[in-house]
């Protein structure tokens, strides 16, 4: 064999080399992006659990009930898909959905449409259950704002 041929078969064989070394970053890089991505997602996706607790309040005309004016979709997902304004309670029931009316809109200018526990809100009104949850009709409400 000359000179040449074993130099281009040298320079063949280092191509060839580097080649697949390239093609097994490249891959181990795809992996660890969708490696990434996987996480991002489930972290993006992961929405703490409700804190409803099991109890029911007691079916009433004229309860009382006081807790955190929160927004129940964007911080569990629950009450539909826009901003809605639920009492986080610190014993149970854990949470109270107010039921849209004119006092929970009154509710919602004092915290904004999406309340972010700013508000401690002591609500009277119509207590009732539905699916496992508490839902409360406002009739009137006092608010005291958290520091």
Same mark, same amino acid.
């Given at each position: ?8 078969l040298l320079v063949f064989?280092? @191509?060839? !080399? /580097? ?7 490249r891959a181990n890089a ?6 990434? =991505?996987?996480?991002?997602? *489930?972290?993006?996706?992961? !929405? ?8 029911? @309040? ?16 964007? #911080? ?33 200018? @004092?915290?904004?449409?999406? /309340?972010?526990?700013? #508000?401690?809100?002591? /609500?009277r009104g119509t207590m009732? *259950? #539905? ?6 009709? !406002? =009739?009137?409400?006092? /608010?005291? =704002?958290?520091?």
């Amino acid at each position: 064999m000359s000179k040449r041929a074993t130099i281009l078969l040298l320079v063949f064989v280092a @191509l060839i !080399v /580097a080649g697949l070394a390239f093609d097994r970053h490249r891959a181990n890089a795809r992996q660890r992006i969708a490696a990434e =991505k996987a996480v991002a997602e *489930q972290t993006k996706n992961k !929405v703490p659990p409700l804190p409803q607790r099991g109890a029911l @309040l007691a079916a009433a005309d004229d309860a009382q009930v006081t807790g955190n004016a929160m927004c129940g979709f964007c #911080y569990w997902r629950e009450g539909g898909s826009r901003c809605n304004t639920v009492l986080q309670t610190a014993e149970e029931p854990g949470i109270v959905f107010l039921l849209p009316s004119e006092q929970r809109a009154e509710i919602e200018k @004092l915290t904004g449409e999406c /309340a972010g526990g700013n #508000y401690s809100i002591t /609500a009277r009104g119509t207590m009732t *259950q #539905y699916g496992g949850h508490n839902y409360m009709l !406002v =009739k009137n409400f006092e /608010a005291v =704002k958290n520091d």
